[in-house]
């Protein structure tokens, strides 16, 4: 069976310093694969998506990038974070070869504070 | 451009009495819908989705929701509320990009809190 792995779960990092978040997935190949934050009272904001190796789209302009350096790794950057990155980074997979309908699978999530 | 909204931003209801979490879209085209339960804390679980035929879908948890295309509605209901069902509710509509549905926007979300 498929499963996703995001980490660290929680994390507290002062202003300006570098940010690596890592997701993978397992049991599956050429997933697309998704970075959402949610903020308090604002629901999930999509940041970035992925359809293969390399390939990212960036959905909003922001202080951080996304790389896909293997079929099932993606991983959530920034050089010098800000306070306004703090929220709650989820990342997600979806099946390529499924309908278009297929729903989006998440990890537990990574809590970020910026201190 | 999609969009979802989702008016109600906190419910309370008594344990046992019936639920409705309400959720409209934007969308230009038959759409992929959603919804998703969060616990606090962690990630999204898929609760049910509808993309085509019976517009009234079973989802897990004893939870359904019925799509009305007239009112560009998808809200979800159960008609019995557990302690357990008290988390954050996310609907969700399908993006299509490229003739392929890559995407989900997602409303602000309904946070339900179950009073015993």
């Known amino acids: 069976s498929q499963t996703i792995h995001q980490w660290p779960a929680t994390l507290v990092q002062p202003v300006g310093s570098p940010l690596s978040l890592e997701c993978t997935v397992e049991?599956?190949?050429?997933?697309?694969l998704y970075w959402y934050r949610q903020a308090a009272g604002r629901g999930l904001q999509l940041l970035f998506y992925?359809?293969?190796?390399?390939?990212i789209s960036s959905e909003v302009p922001q202080n951080l990038s996304a790389s896909r350096p293997q079929d099932r790794q993606f991983i959530l950057s920034s050089k010098k974070l800000l306070l306004s990155d703090s929220g709650f980074y989820l990342c997600a997979w979806k099946s390529f070869v499924e309908t278009p309908n297929s729903p989006l699978h998440f990890g537990n999530g990574t809590r970020l504070t910026v201190t | 451009a999609q969009s979802v909204t989702q008016p109600d931003i906190h419910i309370t209801v008594s344990e046992g009495a019936s639920l409705e979490l309400r959720c409209n879209y934007s969308?230009?085209?038959?759409?992929?819908l959603f919804w998703y339960v969060q616990s606090p804390g962690q990630g999204l679980q898929l609760l049910l989705k509808y993309f085509s035929g019976d517009t009234l879908v079973q989802g897990i948890k004893g939870f359904e929701a019925e799509f009305k295309r007239s009112q560009s509605s998808f809200n979800l209901r159960k008609p019995s509320v557990h302690w357990s069902d008290a988390a954050e509710y996310f609907c969700?509509?399908?993006?299509?990009?490229?003739?392929?549905?890559?995407?989900?926007?997602f409303g602000t979300g309904t946070l339900l809190a179950v009073q015993p």
């Open positions: 969700a509509v399908g993006a299509n990009y490229g003739g392929a549905t890559n995407k989900l926007i």
């Open positions: 049991g599956t190949s050429n997933p697309n």
């Open positions: 969308y230009g085209a038959t759409p992929y």
């Open positions: 992925s359809v293969g190796i390399g390939q």
